[in-house]
């Protein structure tokens, strides 16, 4: 089976490679992408926005972890055309040849935090292929109710969802995310649709109206650059601002917090920021870092999002625009879409 890719040699520069797939490895799945979701981490890599230390050793890269597949060819309980999640997370105990676990992995620490991960367009080409090979213990099946829009959106939905297990989030809760971006947007989602917190309950701060308005009906909005955020109010916070502008989002999350409150980091920087520990330590606060997800967040995310509100909600961050996907000069197109300061929502790219 011939598959081309489409690989990131250096910052802005696709190169198209072909190769040949002659036989399906034991306990693998062929799949063949039918849509994807260009995340932020990809489009550092596609920029060159990393340390050239770290980019070196990532390029040459088929970027793409988020989207859905169609099965082509596989085994057990897979049948072909089952539309699939690729989980991009494949941790070590099924990628190594001995089965053997990494020290967290052994700790039964999850498989998110694995020492030694093949994680798709990180150290290991992503969907950015015509068809690629997966391990069937990281597939998991779309139920029929779920779009293929709604479907695409789930890595990030899981990421959404660890953060809310990892902060010990309740129903009762009164919790803010600050950052209305895709992460924070389907952050909020997540709280009101997967934790049951209430509309009242549940606040979404950004300082653009424009991101602020798909959330109304779920969440209460907040302009934080003209709207007070309520001091000592919350239970738990959410930042998925990152870069710069994350030093801001942490530090007013700290004073909205109420006393022995939760933080938890979602957004990324590059760079060091500045905190005021004194008012961690005043409040109690616990403040938690977390990335990525593991395999059993996604039956759980897909099987939640046969709820149509649900996916009505989450849809709202899906860019107007679908970019089809035939070459090399589409994936820039749509990469420099996502980039642009100006566009909102999460670009996805359609390969036919």
């Not at 994350?246 to 060091?272: C, D, H, Q």
């Not at 990335?291 to 649900?310: G, W």
Request: net charge neutral; charged share 30%; glycine share 6%.
């Amino acid at each position: 089976m011939r598959v081309r890719k489409y690989k990131v040699v250096a910052p802005e520069t696709l190169h198209e490679e072909e190769s040949l797939i002659e036989e399906l490895p034991p306990g693998h799945l062929l799949l063949k992408p039918i849509l994807t979701g260009i995340c932020q981490s990809d489009i550092r890599y596609f920029f060159g926005r990393r340390d050239p230390e770290v980019l070196k050793k990532k390029y040459p890269l088929a970027l793409l972890h988020e989207g859905i597949a169609v099965v082509v060819a596989g085994e057990g309980s897979f049948k072909k055309g089952d539309r699939v999640v690729a989980v991009p997370n494949i941790p070590c105990y099924i990628h190594r040849e001995d089965k053997s676990k990494c020290d967290a992995c052994s700790r039964g620490i999850h498989e998110n935090y694995c020492n030694d991960v093949k994680f798709l367009s990180s150290n290991k080409d992503g969907m950015a292929q015509t068809m690629f090979v997966h391990p069937a213990d990281c597939t998991v099946k779309v139920p029929d109710e779920v779009t293929d829009e709604s479907a695409a959106l789930t890595e990030l939905l899981t990421v959404n969802y660890r953060a809310g297990v990892d902060a010990g989030v309740n129903a009762n809760d009164k919790a803010i995310v600050m950052g209305a971006g895709p992460t924070g947007f389907l952050m909020a989602v997540s709280l009101r649709y997967l934790f049951g917190i209430r509309k009242e309950n549940l606040f979404l701060a950004d300082i653009k109206d424009s991101k602020l308005a798909n959330a109304k009906s779920f969440a209460s909005v907040v302009n934080a650059e003209n709207e007070e955020i309520p001091l000592n109010y919350f239970d738990k916070a959410f930042e998925c601002v990152g870069r710069r502008s994350s030093e801001i989002a942490i530090n007013t999350s700290i004073e909205a917090l109420k006393l022995r409150g939760v933080l938890m980091l979602l957004g990324v920087s590059e760079e060091k920021r500045a905190v005021n520990t004194r008012r961690i330590l005043e409040k109690g606060l616990t403040i938690k870092g977390t990335t990525r997800s593991p395999r059993q967040d996604y039956s759980i995310v897909l099987d939640a999002l046969r709820n149509p509100e649900f996916q009505k909600a989450a849809s709202k961050i899906i860019h107007e625009q679908v970019f089809p996907m035939t070459s090399s000069d589409d994936m820039v197109r749509a990469f420099r879409r996502a980039d642009d300061p100006e566009h909102y929502g999460k670009v996805l790219l359609s390969w036919g």
